[in-house]
């Protein structure tokens, strides 16, 4: 039986071709989806929900976040299938565009005021359509920079994905801290509907570096060698289901981002801390600052001495510094929400951030890989994307039972350790040999996938 052919060399420079393309199409994504939770926390209770009952339309908005988190399953279903069968680059440029246009149509949308309950109705059908494009971009961008890069460096390379979601969402919060700082008559008029008009530009930028990239020399051999699958998800439940269980168990680890970003930010500017919005939007500022350093430091060291001990160190200390957290918060010091945010979000979390994009996509072979990471993540970002909206109901009436939601983030980082605990190491597995199961000389390793 034939043993898989070593993958080329990418050709000079398309490793950082690939991790440059990655970074911006994903600082787009995030720049979108961010400035979405700072306006649902901040904004949209008033401009499309009843004002007259500021909890539950605090509530309703938020729910409207975690509804793009519930479309993201079926787009990872839809665009992990196509990109599977037709390359990591068309679904990059598709989700590209897709996202630039349903932020922008954000914008544009009327208010309830305007036109009453049609109002949130279609804002949630632009969140939908935000939601199916970032299930494919992550994973189109994860498996495109890791079948691109050295093999002895997937984890830096693939890291480039994750900075550039800290890269947007450090965006979404420059562009919206002046905006928040409009005066109360002027935010809610038109000063909200900037930051999304703003996403045209980046998509275009996005677009023009995404349109020149080869596709990787991982999948051209895979096509080249066996063809496509035909049917990806049936190769995936069939040879990897119990890596997609790992891959959304440990996605839930994201719900400490959406506590930190969103329900936090609600938690610290409402009657209970009385934190200003501004200062609260620097916090989220500086943390990914600190964040774009330290995702490719800890992505560089699981090159070193592996994907799974970094990646514990994020999970498991990400539920201990969010109890810091939302503990400064709850004192209402500025100081100390800024050193506890920029260590739970900038410095811990960063390490099962910055991992995860080829902790997970090592664990799937070349023709089911993007399947693989888009199905896996997306279920357990939905879940993470709803942990905002749970978290809102268990705070308590009055919104302040910050405890409650410190240990309700914190068991929802228990199952991304189990993941890593019962996973694979695989920094060391050359890359046409990710994802298999027998050594490579059994005879399964040269099957034709039908």
Same mark, same amino acid.
């Given at each position: 039986?034939?043993?898989?052919?070593?993958?080329?060399?990418?050709? =000079?420079?398309?490793?950082?071709?690939?991790?440059?393309?990655?970074?911006?199409?994903?600082?787009?994504?995030?720049?979108?989806?961010?400035?979405?939770?700072?306006?649902?926390?901040?904004?949209? =209770?008033?401009? &499309? *929900?009843?004002?007259?009952?500021?909890?539950?339309?605090?509530?309703?908005?938020?729910?409207?976040?975690?509804?793009?988190?519930?479309?993201?399953?079926?787009?990872?279903?839809?665009?992990?299938?196509?990109?599977?069968?037709?390359?990591?680059?068309?679904?990059?440029? *598709?989700?590209?565009?897709?996202?630039?246009?349903?932020?922008?149509?954000? %914008?544009?949308?009327?208010?309830?005021?305007?036109?009453?309950?049609?109002?949130?109705?279609?804002?949630?059908?632009?969140?939908?359509?935000?939601?199916? @494009? /970032? +299930? %494919?971009?992550? +994973?189109?961008?994860?498996?495109?920079?890791?079948?691109?890069?050295?093999?002895?460096?997937?984890?830096?390379?693939?890291?480039?994905?994750?900075?550039?979601?800290? %890269?947007?969402?450090?965006?979404?919060?420059?562009?919206?801290?002046?905006?928040?700082?409009?005066?109360?008559?002027?935010?809610?008029?038109?000063?909200?509907?900037?930051?999304?008009?703003?996403?045209?530009?980046?998509?275009?930028? #996005?677009?023009?570096?995404?349109?020149?990239?080869?596709?990787?020399?991982? &999948?051209?051999?895979?096509?080249?060698?066996?063809?496509?699958?035909?049917?990806?998800?049936?190769?995936?439940?069939?040879?990897?289901?119990?890596?997609?269980?790992?891959?959304?168990?440990?996605?839930?680890?994201?719900?400490?981002?959406?506590?930190?970003?969103?329900?936090?930010?609600?938690?610290?500017?409402?009657?209970?801390?009385?934190?200003?919005?501004?200062?609260?939007?620097?916090? #989220?500022?500086?943390?990914?600052?600190?964040?774009?350093?330290?995702?490719?430091?800890?992505?560089?060291?699981?090159?070193?001495? #592996?994907?799974?001990?970094? &990646?514990?160190?994020?999970?498991?200390? @990400?539920?201990?510094?969010?109890?810091?957290?939302?503990?400064?918060?709850?004192?209402?010091?500025?100081?100390?929400? *800024?050193?506890?945010?920029?260590?739970?979000?900038?410095?811990?979390?960063?390490?099962?951030? #910055?991992?995860?994009?080829?902790?997970?996509?090592?664990? *799937?072979?070349?023709?089911?890989?993007?399947?693989?990471?888009?199905?896996?993540?997306?279920? %357990?970002?939905?879940?993470?994307?709803?942990?905002?909206?749970?978290?809102?109901?268990?705070?308590?009436?009055?919104?302040?039972?910050?405890?409650?939601?410190?240990?309700?983030?914190?068991?929802?980082?228990?199952?991304?350790?189990?993941?890593?605990?019962? /996973?694979?190491?695989?920094?060391?597995?050359?890359?046409?040999?990710?994802?298999?199961?027998?050594?490579?000389?059994?005879?399964? +390793?040269?099957?034709?996938?039908?």
């Amino acid at each position: 039986m034939s043993v898989p052919a070593p993958v080329p060399e990418a050709p =000079p420079g398309q490793p950082k071709k690939a991790a440059t393309a990655a970074w911006i199409g994903s600082a787009l994504e995030y720049y979108d989806f961010f400035i979405y939770g700072s306006a649902a926390a901040l904004i949209f =209770p008033e401009v &499309f *929900f009843d004002a007259s009952d500021p909890a539950t339309a605090t509530l309703l908005s938020l729910a409207t976040f975690g509804v793009a988190y519930a479309a993201r399953p079926l787009g990872a279903l839809f665009l992990g299938h196509i990109g599977d069968r037709l390359g990591r680059k068309k679904i990059m440029v *598709f989700t590209l565009i897709l996202m630039g246009v349903s932020t922008f149509l954000i %914008g544009c949308l009327p208010t309830r005021a305007q036109v009453g309950t049609l109002a949130p109705v279609l804002l949630v059908l632009c969140r939908v359509l935000q939601g199916v @494009s /970032a +299930a %494919g971009e992550q +994973a189109s961008a994860n498996s495109m920079t890791l079948e691109h890069a050295p093999g002895h460096r997937r984890g830096f390379f693939t890291s480039f994905t994750l900075s550039g979601t800290q %890269g947007g969402q450090l965006l979404a919060t420059l562009v919206f801290i002046p905006v928040a700082a409009l005066p109360e008559e002027h935010l809610m008029a038109w000063g909200w509907r900037v930051p999304f008009w703003l996403s045209v530009a980046v998509a275009v930028v #996005g677009y023009v570096i995404r349109r020149n990239l080869d596709e990787t020399p991982a &999948f051209t051999r895979q096509t080249a060698a066996q063809g496509v699958v035909k049917m990806p998800l049936l190769v995936l439940v069939r040879e990897h289901w119990a890596d997609v269980l790992r891959v959304i168990g440990g996605a839930l680890i994201a719900s400490v981002s959406t506590i930190f970003t969103v329900w936090a930010l609600a938690f610290a500017t409402g009657d209970s801390v009385g934190m200003s919005r501004t200062a609260m939007l620097w916090v #989220g500022a500086l943390a990914n600052v600190v964040a774009l350093a330290a995702i490719p430091l800890w992505a560089t060291l699981s090159d070193r001495i #592996g994907r799974r001990p970094v &990646f514990l160190v994020g999970a498991a200390g @990400s539920a201990v510094t969010m109890f810091l957290y939302l503990w400064a918060v709850s004192t209402g010091s500025y100081p100390l929400t *800024f050193l506890c945010g920029v260590l739970c979000f900038g410095v811990v979390y960063s390490a099962a951030n #910055g991992v995860w994009p080829a902790f997970y996509g090592e664990m *799937f072979a070349t023709r089911v890989r993007l399947s693989g990471v888009a199905i896996g993540t997306q279920i %357990g970002f939905a879940v993470a994307g709803f942990a905002v909206t749970f978290a809102a109901r268990i705070a308590g009436p009055d919104g302040d039972d910050w405890t409650a939601v410190a240990l309700f983030t914190a068991a929802l980082c228990v199952p991304p350790v189990i993941a890593a605990l019962t /996973a694979r190491e695989t920094h060391a597995v050359p890359t046409e040999q990710l994802g298999e199961r027998v050594p490579v000389s059994a005879p399964r +390793a040269a099957k034709v996938t039908a």
